[in-house]
């Protein structure tokens, strides 16, 4: 090749570093000397010699990616435009009698050098590889083919990349095989390869990076599904975009419709919610043509309502107060839906808007009479609606038509009943319509039990005071449980005939009187005739009143009597209305008369009532009652642990629940002042006593034994095979800790392990509890840190000692660890100590961990103790460091395992430097800062890599445990190198001129490596 050539392509080379240069020109100018050459391998060979100056440089420096950038646009320049249909038609006929064409020359040798070079052993050369076969691969057409042989090797040379150690590298690998996905080949290489990367990669760039490339299939959508849960932010966040753009809601399930609304309107992260708000809702909107009631009949409203309502107040946020009132459901002129009209969808709707227009307050008010009639009128409407739910017999509910019919009316009834409280109740007229409305539908015997609670609810809403709301509710409750009746009496057939014979008597005396009557007037004896006719007329109005006994006899006699039903609809019936009243009560409200007599005759008969659901809401207003009176929780406590020991699992949960909140609300000093509970917490298992002995917040007031066998109890109740049972008896610890009614570092390790035991991996909620409660608890106070200090060890010799069957054997230890020194690092703290002189907690625990490794140096858990060392934060106490010192050098004596002996060789070092790099900075704390000094410290990076290395080391897996802010990483997606690059760790604030220097050093020209290439040639 001659000179002249070979200063053509080294200036294009140069050139194209610069970000203003035209590269079109330069590639036009290159493309037309290539094509005007006959031999074109030696222009191969030096536009490669040239090109490998930026495939060794990893960073992504400008001129590097310019130059990049140009190779491919060059590469890609001797392609043919694309073609339209016609003429791709024409081709393919032709194609038919004639073989293809091959690729361009020089697009084969670059793809070929590029192939050869994709294993060599720098980093820095297969991470160019692979980005600028993606790039490559990407410039091309649509319509863009390549030989079958070329794509294999392609192909495969990626899947290897995918698995390569930099994660920068995976990156450009997966995003080289978008264009090599066969999304209809159930057996294709790249999806198995995507599938693999988003399952099992530990970066979530790398996963960021398949999510935007991979093509949606049946097969692939479960799978980014399944990052919509994943651990990162930016992974959430772009799989709820990818959903939005390339996956049609026809596509997805009901339940996965639900499940993507349900966590992203939850999510933690305001982004994930914002994406949620503004890119998936609008785009299903889109699909179903605008319409939010069809969108809703997308969802299962039924069972998810308050999805639906979370979806509807995002959609409302998003639309202005005009569009609000124009997409209102149809109302008729009295503002209200009509009753043929209600269906699930609409009225969720309505109830949805007039929440959302309520919230908005005064603004709101005008907007929501055009959306909602005056109360009274809405309580007639609701007063018809709920009569003429009808109540199913046993029989009609076996048939399932019937019964989905009336479990379709009662939602709707329960989203009218919630409508209540948008209504205007200050007029007194409506008010006392809706209440009177209320009472009515809670003293009728046919209303749903589903609506008992929310109508109850909605009543107390209405009545301010306490005294009228416990008046007010033991009337309906005294109205359903012993309703009027009218008792019919037999007719007596004696008494009839006596009536009878009496009648007879006086016809007889009647006819006798007026024949002498007659008589008289006949002789004209006519004051005999007054007499008679006196008489006459007194027997006559006897016989009038024998006549009406008779009649009155012979129908049967009704009496309103009251008979109390004890059968379990109306007990459940009446106790859920006591349980919302005592929930609804103030907690200032002593217990009165009025709930004294409910306690007696509704609540603890119907402890042991033989069905279930009684039982179980007799023990919640048990606990309630229980809450608002010290006397009561100290008769009844004993009653709530036998419950929660003996009865169903429900019913035992309930009586748990109690127990937990009256030991927050009262403490263990409730238990000491009754002798009978001492009596009954002898029938605890003793055996456990000796094992669990936690240090009570109230150790003075009660005795140790009581406080120990409840926590016996407990802890018993968190080895349980019931999920539901571990998990409340696990939160209800956790409030008591954190709360510090009890503090015991025994109790604090078995909820450890229970976090980490392999058997609650699938219990979310416990899961979820206990991560929150650990952050909090341990950042709370330097007391706390302590008690995870205390139970340290003994958290680490369960599991090293746990059998090989037991599901702890499966736990990493070292995260455990990790865990366990991040919650007692002290500037974890809220509020860190001020007192300087105060032994830092992480001092103990090295001491604890040297004293452990001393008893036995040959143990394996010593290279975990040593290896943990280096992690702690400990404080510049000169007597703590002495101490830690001798312990040290005892532990290089004595222990012989390499790792172990670098380890604490390494801590040894440390505290020396430390040492001497305190006397160094005390004579020169009061001295004005020097700008060199900054230049030096830059310019040494071993100690600063020592430090990054330790604070960075033990914080990867910590992150599960929520409430710890993650550290803040200024990486973009292509540079994510998490794996193999440390995080940093800021030091001392760099002076302006050393961060120009450094500014200085990371530029890159690579005008200087060719040039000296070219000297040396």
């Known amino acids: 090749m001659t000179a002249d050539n070979e200063t053509e392509i080294k200036e294009a080379f140069q050139r194209a570093q610069k970000g203003h240069n035209n590269k079109a020109k330069l590639v036009a100018s290159l493309n037309s000397r290539y094509n005007k050459l006959e031999d074109k391998t030696l222009f191969h060979e030096e536009f490669v010699h040239y090109l490998k100056y930026a495939m060794i440089i990893y960073k992504r420096e400008p001129t590097v990616e ?123 290489p790249t999806i198995n390869a995507y599938l693999l990367i988003l399952e099992n990669d530990t970066n979530a760039e790398v996963r960021r990076a398949v999510l935007s490339c991979i093509a949606m299939s049946p097969r692939t959508l479960p799978k980014v599904l399944k990052r919509t849960r994943d651990v990162k932010e930016n992974v959430r966040k772009l799989a709820y975009q990818v959903l939005a753009d390339k996956v049609h809601i026809k596509a997805l399930t009901i339940a996965q419709r639900v499940s993507l609304l349900q966590q992203g309107l939850r999510d933690t992260s305001e982004a994930v919610r914002e994406m949620v708000c503004s890119r998936v809702l609008p785009s299903w909107l889109l699909r179903v043509d605008g319409n939010i009631i069809e969108l809703l009949h997308r969802l299962d409203v039924e069972n998810c309502a308050q999805t639906a309502l979370d979806t509807l107040k995002a959609i409302f946020k998003g639309q202005l107060t005009e569009e609000l009132l124009q997409n209102r459901v149809q109302l008729d002129n009295r503002k209200l839906i009509p009753v043929d009209s209600l269906s699930c969808e609409n009225v969720l ?85 809706v209440f009177a409305v209320l009472q009515e539908m809670l003293a009728l015997p046919h209303t749903p039990s589903s609506l008992v609670s929310l109508l109850t609810e909605k009543l107390l809403t209405l009545i301010p005071d306490d005294h009228r709301r416990i008046q007010t509710v033991a009337e309906i409750i005294s109205d359903v449980r012993e309703p009027i009746m009218t008792a019919s009496q037999p007719v007596d057939e004696n008494m009839s005939r006596r009536q009878q014979v009496q009648l007879a008597e006086v016809k007889v005396r009647i006819m006798e009187a007026k024949e002498t009557l007659e008589e008289c007037i006949a002789a004209q004896d006519f004051s005999r005739a007054a007499e008679f006719k006196d008489s006459i007329t007194e027997l006559e109005n006897s016989r009038n009143q024998i006549i009406q006994k008779v009649a009155e006899s012979n129908e049967p006699a009704d009496k309103e009597i009251r008979s109390e039903k004890n059968d379990p609809e109306t007990l459940l019936r009446c106790l859920t209305m006591c349980a919302e009243l005592l929930k609804q009560m103030s907690f200032k409200t002593r217990i009165g008369p009025t709930i004294s007599a409910l306690m007696s005759s509704l609540i603890l008969p119907s402890i042991a009532n033989a069905h279930p659901a009684v039982r179980n809401m007799a023990v919640v207003c048990l606990g309630t009652c229980t809450l608002h009176s010290k006397e009561l929780a100290k008769t009844h406590m004993v009653l709530l642990l036998q419950i929660a020991q003996l009865d169903e699992v429900k019913i035992r949960i309930s009586a748990l629940r109690a127990i937990i909140d009256l030991l927050l609300l009262f403490g263990f000093q409730l238990l000491s002042e009754t002798a009978a509970t001492q009596t009954a917490l002898h029938s605890l298992s003793p055996d456990r006593q000796e094992e669990d002995a936690p240090v009570t917040e109230e150790k003075a007031d009660a005795p140790e034994d009581t406080a120990q066998s409840i926590l016996v109890m407990l802890s018993e109740f968190l080895d349980s095979e019931v999920s539901d049972l571990r998990t409340e008896t ?72 746990a059998p090989a069957t037991s599901p702890l054997a499966e736990v990493d230890i070292n995260n455990v660890v990790e865990l366990l020194v991040e919650l007692t690092r002290p500037s974890g703290l809220i509020k860190p100590s001020t007192n300087t002189e105060e032994v830092c907690v992480h001092d103990y625990l090295a001491v604890r961990m040297c004293g452990e490794m001393l008893k036995d140096p040959t143990a394996p858990e010593v290279r975990l ?81 020592k430090r990054a290395k330790r604070s960075n080391t033990g914080q990867r897996k910590v992150c599960t445990a929520k409430g710890r802010k993650p550290s803040r990483r200024t990486e973009s997606s292509e540079e994510s190198d998490g794996e193999n690059v440390p995080e940093s760790v800021p030091l001392l604030r760099s002076s302006r001129r050393a961060k120009t220097a450094a500014l200085e050093k990371t530029k890159l020209d690579l005008n200087t490596l060719i040039n000296q290439e070219a000297n040396v040639s």
């Open 349 to 433: 709707y309505w109830r949805a808007l007039c929440e959302f227009i309520k919230a908005k307050g005064d603004e709101g008010d005008e907007m929501l009479e055009q959306v909602l009639p005056d109360a009274a009128t809405y309580a007639n409407f609701l007063y018809g609606y709920l009569k003429a739910v009808p109540l199913l017999s046993e029989e009609q509910r076996a048939d399932f038509n019937q019964l989905e019919l009336v479990m379709t009316k009662e939602f709707i009834s329960q989203q009218l009943i919630h409508l209540i409280g948008c209504l205007d109740t200050n007029e007194e007229g409506g008010r006392k319509r």
């Open 66 to 188: 310019n130059v990049i950038e140009f190779v491919v646009r060059f590469a890609t320049s001797f392609q043919s435009p694309p073609k339209t249909e016609e003429e791709e038609e024409e081709e393919e006929e032709e194609e038919e009698e004639d073989d293809a064409e091959d690729d361009h020359p020089f697009l084969s040798f670059i793809f070929n050098f590029l192939l050869e070079s994709h294993k060599a052993s720098s980093h820095a050369v297969r991470f160019r590889v692979c980005q600028l076969i993606n790039k490559l691969l990407g410039s091309m057409a649509e319509n863009a083919q390549i030989d079958d042989d070329l794509f294999d090797r392609i192909h495969q040379a990626m899947l290897v990349r995918v698995t390569d150690k930099f994660p920068n590298v995976r990156i450009q690998a997966a995003l080289a095989m978008t264009r090599l996905q066969q999304p209809k080949d159930a057996d294709c």
């Open 865 to 945: 103790y040593a290896k943990t060392l280096s992690n702690l934060e400990l404080s510049r106490d000169e007597t703590v460091k002495k101490d830690l010192q001798t312990l040290l050098q005892q532990l290089v004596q004595e222990v012989k395992d390499r790792v172990c002996l670098r380890a604490l060789e390494k801590m040894v070092h440390q505290l020396v430097d430390s040492k001497e790099q305190a006397e160094l900075l005390s004579p020169s704390a009061l001295q004005p800062l020097d700008v060199n000094a900054d230049e030096a410290a830059t310019d040494d990076p071993s100690k600063s890599a």
């Open 730 to 801: 696990a939160e209800g610890l956790a409030k008591l800790m954190y709360t510090g009614r009890i503090s015991s570092a025994k109790m604090f390790s078995r909820l450890v392990l229970l976090w980490y035991n392999p058997v609650t991996e699938d219990d979310t909620r416990l899961r979820h509890c206990l991560g929150v409660f650990f952050q909090l608890y341990a950042r709370e106070s330097r007391v706390h840190q302590e008690v995870v200090e205390e139970g340290f060890l003994p958290t680490v010799r369960t599991l090293m000692n």
